[in-house]
């Protein structure tokens, strides 16, 4: 019995362990705000967030098809610790947080960018009425801006403000739908697209395109992009094809990978998510049923082996990674259960 009994307490004992290396919805409690909209981590390793929750001062009219409108806030911490504070109470919708080299805040509101400087907002540029919003963007080592989306075009904010804007009528971009864009430690720009258009790379002053005319590349809609430690580059599609959802570009030649769990399994889904550290890659596999989310698995790739991160769930859609050196961790957020962090 005293046997039976240790067994039990040590199989306790190593779960435990295992799970201690994934902190389950962290802190959202102390946020303000109901729901989690955006994280990111400024250049002196503050944590950023931005939160929302119904404005319930407002009266909304009995029988109105809408409900009453949001409160957006701009919270931060120094240190996980620390209590929140809460910078801005009426701040932007924003969908992106984005500190550049001089620790600027960058932020979207749908179709327009700011630049927001000790509290002031300025708007630097806006799309067309009717051309959608930004589903991207990053910054490179001279400190430009990059943005895109999926009738946008390509936009570039120079560190003087500038604004520049590449499409079909005044570049050589084959199409105005872009999804992603990773930007490697050579400063070169890679930017995926829909429609059978593959992977642009900028490098310098080239453009050069990598398709399925010209390369093996999928012909698919391509959803995400990063790169590795060897400096490989990675790429996420599906739909069409189930069996072909993640790609590696190695220098000379694209290769289909396909995904492993812990276990060895094969997982197939298309992948809208794809993040990278010093040394591994994540990966966010997902099913699609009826048009709609079902399901997703995140999964990390060393180069070597696959692991299945279990602790996150599968029936909430992951929305963004975060990696964080300075706390050695990576941050998860999902759509509704919050923040998931995890030891690098």
Not at 191 to 213: A, C, P, Q, Y
Request: glycine fraction near 6%; include cysteine.
């Amino acid at each position: 019995m005293r046997i039976i009994i240790s067994c039990v307490l040590l199989l306790i004992l190593v779960l435990s362990c295992k799970k201690e290396d994934v902190k389950l919805p962290y802190f959202q409690s102390e946020l303000p705000g109901k729901h989690l909209n955006e994280m990111a981590i400024d250049q002196k390793n503050y944590l950023y967030f931005v939160t929302h929750e119904p404005d319930l001062s407002v009266e909304v009219p009995l029988f109105s098809s809408s409900g009453p409108p949001n409160i957006f806030y701009l919270s931060r911490k120094q240190n996980e610790q620390d209590m929140v504070e809460v910078l801005d109470n009426d701040f932007l919708p924003s969908k992106f947080l984005l500190f550049d080299n001089n620790n600027t805040l960058w932020s979207t509101n749908g179709n327009k960018v700011y630049c927001i400087e000790n509290g002031v907002y300025e708007e630097i540029t806006a799309l067309p009425e009717g051309q959608g919003g930004f589903d991207f963007m990053a910054y490179d080592h001279e400190n430009n801006i990059w943005l895109g989306g999926i009738t946008t075009g390509l936009y570039k904010i120079d560190s003087q403000k500038n604004v520049s804007i590449f499409n079909i009528s005044n570049s050589p971009l084959p199409t105005n739908t872009l999804t992603s864009i990773f930007i490697d430690k050579n400063n070169t720009k890679w930017i995926t697209m829909r429609n059978d258009r593959g992977v642009l790379e900028i490098k310098g002053e080239d453009w050069i395109f990598h398709n399925s005319s010209n390369s093996n590349i999928t012909s698919q809609d391509i959803w995400c992009i990063t790169g590795d430690k060897e400096g490989n580059i990675w790429i996420g599609c599906g739909f069409e094809n189930p069996s072909q959802s993640l790609m590696k570009y190695d220098g000379s030649s694209w290769t289909t990978v396909i995904p492993e769990d812990s276990n060895g399994n094969k997982i197939y889904g298309e992948i809208r998510e794809i993040f990278s550290d010093s040394t591994r890659i994540y990966i966010v596999s997902q099913k699609i049923v009826n048009m709609a989310f079902s399901s997703n698995i995140l999964l990390t790739f060393n180069g070597t082996s696959w692991n299945k991160i279990s602790e996150v769930p599968e029936d909430d859609p992951i929305k963004d990674i975060v990696v964080d050196y300075y706390r050695n961790s990576t941050w998860i957020r999902t759509l509704n259960e919050g923040i998931y962090k995890i030891s690098l």
